[in-house]
């Protein structure tokens, strides 16, 4: 008795092959193979980024090898435009200017945020197909998720801000680790960037960590090139016609020398008396240098034009607040 009321009611339930193929085939079936083929195409697609990514650090790679293996010309044996052109690739080409790394760093970024994005995108249609596969009225809940989206996007605007804006500076190259850079809050070394964040550390070691979206203006000092701006005080005494010929010998040929070489792009030039105030005549000398570098390479400048005017007789000025025979910003000589 019991055994013939259970089989009248798992009669119902009964499924042949037939049937269960006829329902597999339907909405299941599509939804395996819609799965499928998103994960497919999701790995297609970082396996295109990943090989755009490889291709741009390899192409990078081989010009910095090409720029530092090659055989370097003077200058003065070169056409003038040819002459040109070598002065913008020391600029632009050389190693010292341009960061490698930073560059890899930029390259690899920009890869994580399309894998990031295609990821998102890929999920999202294929949710939506998912959907429509069970015959899910999508409708309410697309109008449910843009009610929430709007509320999302007043309560997180600031955090958008930040993603977009750390975006674009990572697009445009504004800044990269291992800059020196002015937000005009803090001036120092950019030590990492991330989409919503900028670390970087000051001048006397201090970290700080600035929303992208809070930076409204930056000011890059790695970016092509600086300049050393020397001021060399002379006393009004001494004649200008033969105190600028001796600067000009001191610092000639710094640009070719070995020590010097990617550091001074060009040759240091001697811009003439800036200004005469207290019997004090200053002479300003100009150096373009690789970015970073204008600091030693003025003291360089500054330690030679101090040996040769002390050699040719020059007397250094009274400095207020130095004493006698003592150029600002380091560096004493003998007054004469």
């Not at 309560?155 to 291992?178: H, N, R, T």
Request: contains cysteine.
């Amino acid at each position: 008795m019991s055994s013939a009321v259970t089989s009248s009611l798992l009669e119902p339930l009964a499924v042949t092959w037939d049937q269960a193929w006829h329902w597999a085939e339907g909405a299941p079936l599509s939804i395996v193979g819609i799965i499928l083929g998103a994960v497919v195409l999701r790995w297609l697609i970082h396996r295109a980024i990943n090989g755009f990514v490889h291709t741009l650090l390899a192409r990078s790679e081989r010009q910095d090898t090409a720029t530092t293996t090659g055989t370097r010309v003077d200058t003065a044996e070169l056409p003038v435009i040819r002459r040109q052109a070598r002065r913008a690739a020391k600029i632009f080409g050389d190693p010292t200017v341009i960061n490698a790394a930073r560059q890899e760093q930029r390259v690899r970024t920009l890869g994580a945020v399309l894998r990031s994005i295609t990821t998102v995108t890929v999920a999202f249609i294929a949710v939506l197909m998912i959907c429509d596969e069970l015959s899910l009225n999508i409708a309410p809940l697309l109008a449910s998720a843009s009610v929430g989206g709007v509320a999302l996007g007043f309560g997180a605007q600031s955090l958008v801000k930040d993603y977009l804006s750390g975006m674009f500076m990572i697009i445009e190259d504004q800044y990269g680790v291992g800059d020196v850079v002015d937000t005009g809050e803090v001036i120092g070394t950019v030590e990492d960037i991330s989409l919503r964040l900028t670390t970087i550390r000051d001048f006397n070691g201090v970290i700080w960590y600035i929303r992208n979206g809070e930076i409204l203006r930056i000011a890059n000092r790695s970016q092509g090139w600086s300049t050393a701006l020397v001021d060399i005080p002379v006393p009004v005494t001494e004649s200008m016609e033969k105190v600028m010929p001796i600067i000009s010998r001191a610092i000639r040929g710094m640009d070719k020398e070995e020590d010097w070489v990617g550091k001074v792009i060009e040759q240091p030039e001697v811009g003439g008396v800036e200004s005469i105030i207290g019997g004090v005549a200053t002479v300003r000398i100009i150096v373009k240098c690789a970015p970073n570098e204008n600091v030693p390479v003025g003291r360089e400048v500054r330690s030679r034009v101090m040996a040769a005017l002390a050699d040719k007789g020059v007397s250094l000025p009274v400095m207020p607040g130095f004493g006698p025979g003592v150029l600002p910003y380091g560096g004493t000589g003998a007054a004469k």
